[in-house]
């Protein structure tokens, strides 16, 4: 939900249980905030807790392979750190746990069953751990404990759902083709190619058309072509989810790196509206050209940390940064120097990108 005017813009995240939290900064006494957010006069706002029941744990069902990408993301933002495998909490034995930095709230990442790794399936928090040090002293009359525990809707969190089904093999390029070739109604389909608007002329529309008759199954999308659709983003979106079309990724986010200020601020808002677009047309990459901004600094240390955080910002969208090199920027030349700087941003998400002319 987009906020409306004389509406705040309040980050949250869907929880448990399709329970929403609130992300409210409160660094005076006074916050903008509490415009939306009020205290009930009868409701004490500091009530003790019951029996020393205290928040002790989460756990988030991920995608197969998809650890080692949380684990970054929940390292890097909230300074968690994994637990060796010999110690363990909870009724779960499984997955991998993380111990926040005041030792004391955890978290349980679990990948899917090997017999259930093509599933259909989200990521999501599934269930929310409480502890106390009496459990009987706490839980008490049984009756009671369900009157006082929150009601939460079992099964996975609604939260804001990526537009594209989770089918077997979605990863394997060629078995995405093999699953269209029936769609795309072409005498021939490129399996391991792929097409880019940004290379043909004409509407949205007429490029995803020229794709299909071309036999490919595949395309490149450039944000210019959604964003700056005639009837808006949705119906670009909408256009490109009805062509049938496998979303290789979107591209090209431009002079992202190397810059200060309210430059930077500006250029990661930028980023951040198109990762969405992206996981709105259900891609899994975003394409970033290598800064050509005389305000940029050149320096490779630098422009891998832009990178890295930019990473790290795609990780719960499933989406990977793919950084492109060319030769008219003074910083680095070509593709040697793209996959130099990717190398020096030790993550997992960002690779170096072939520079080739778009033709």
């Given at each position: 939900?987009?906020?409306?005017?004389?509406?705040?813009?309040?980050?949250?995240?869907?929880?448990?249980?399709?329970?929403?939290?609130?992300?409210?900064?409160?660094?005076?006494?006074?916050?903008?905030?509490d415009i939306d957010f009020r205290a009930i006069p009868t409701v004490d706002p500091h009530p003790p807790a019951l029996g020393g029941l205290h928040f002790f744990g989460l756990v988030q069902y991920i995608d197969s392979d998809r650890t080692a990408d949380w684990v970054e993301f929940y390292?890097?933002?909230?300074?968690?750190?994994?637990?060796?495998?010999?110690?363990?909490?909870?009724?779960?034995?499984?997955?991998?746990?993380?111990?926040?930095?005041?030792?004391?709230?955890?978290?349980?990442?679990?990948?899917?069953?090997?017999?259930?790794?093509?599933?259909?399936?989200?990521?999501?928090?599934?269930?929310?751990?409480?502890?106390?040090?009496?459990?009987?002293?706490?839980?008490?009359?049984?009756?009671?404990?369900?009157?006082?525990?929150?009601?939460?809707?079992?099964?996975?969190?609604?939260?804001?759902?990526?537009?594209?089904?989770?089918?077997?093999?979605?990863?394997?390029?060629?078995?995405?083709?093999?699953?269209?070739?029936?769609?795309?109604?072409?005498?021939?389909?490129?399996?391991?190619?792929?097409?880019?608007?940004?290379?043909?002329?004409?509407?949205?529309?007429?490029?995803?058309?020229?794709?299909?008759?071309?036999?490919?199954?595949?395309?490149?999308?450039?944000?210019?072509?959604?964003?700056?659709?005639?009837?808006?983003?949705?119906?670009?979106?909408?256009?490109?989810?009805?062509?049938?079309?496998?979303?290789?990724?979107?591209?090209?986010?431009?002079?992202?790196?190397?810059?200060?200020?309210?430059?930077?601020?500006?250029?990661?808002?930028?980023?951040?509206?198109?990762?969405?677009?992206?996981?709105?047309?259900?891609?899994?990459?975003?394409?970033?050209?290598?800064?050509?901004?005389?305000?940029?600094?050149?320096?490779?240390?630098?422009?891998?940390?832009?990178?890295?955080?930019?990473?790290?910002?795609?990780?719960?969208?499933?989406?990977?940064?793919?950084?492109?090199?060319?030769?008219?920027?003074?910083?680095h030349q070509g593709f040697r120097g793209a996959r130099a700087i990717s190398c020096s941003a030790p993550t997992a998400r960002t690779s170096a990108w072939p520079s080739t002319p778009s033709t």
């Amino acid at each position: 939900m987009r906020a409306r005017a004389m509406e705040l813009n309040i980050p949250a995240i869907h929880g448990v249980g399709e329970s929403l939290i609130y992300f409210v900064d409160r660094h005076d006494e006074f916050s903008i905030y509490d415009i939306d957010f009020r205290a009930i006069p009868t409701v004490d706002p500091h009530p003790p807790a019951l029996g020393g029941l205290h928040f002790f744990g989460l756990v988030q069902y991920i995608d197969s392979d998809r650890t080692a990408d949380w684990v970054e993301f929940y390292s890097q933002v909230f300074g968690f750190a994994p637990l060796p495998d010999s110690k363990r909490f909870g009724i779960l034995p499984k997955g991998l746990l993380l111990e926040s930095p005041c030792r004391t709230f955890y978290l349980q990442l679990i990948e899917p069953d090997d017999v259930a790794r093509f599933a259909p399936a989200e990521e999501h928090l599934q269930r929310i751990g409480f502890g106390t040090p009496d459990v009987l002293g706490t839980v008490g009359d049984p009756a009671e404990a369900r009157r006082r525990v929150p009601r939460l809707r079992e099964g996975p969190c609604e939260r804001a759902r990526r537009p594209h089904d989770r089918v077997a093999g979605k990863r394997d390029v060629r078995a995405r083709a093999r699953r269209r070739r029936g769609r795309c109604g072409a005498a021939m389909i490129f399996d391991d190619f792929g097409m880019d608007t940004a290379s043909l002329a004409g509407s949205l529309e007429s490029k995803l058309a020229a794709v299909r008759q071309a036999g490919f199954s595949q395309v490149m999308i450039s944000a210019s072509d959604v964003v700056g659709h005639p009837s808006g983003v949705d119906a670009g979106v909408r256009a490109v989810r009805e062509s049938g079309l496998i979303v290789t990724g979107l591209e090209a986010l431009r002079d992202f790196e190397g810059l200060d200020g309210r430059m930077h601020a500006y250029k990661v808002d930028v980023a951040k509206s198109m990762l969405e677009v992206c996981g709105q047309l259900g891609g899994r990459l975003l394409l970033v050209e290598a800064s050509t901004s005389t305000h940029a600094d050149a320096d490779a240390e630098r422009i891998a940390r832009d990178l890295r955080m930019l990473a790290i910002l795609a990780i719960p969208m499933g989406i990977r940064i793919a950084y492109k090199g060319h030769g008219v920027e003074p910083h680095h030349q070509g593709f040697r120097g793209a996959r130099a700087i990717s190398c020096s941003a030790p993550t997992a998400r960002t690779s170096a990108w072939p520079s080739t002319p778009s033709t």
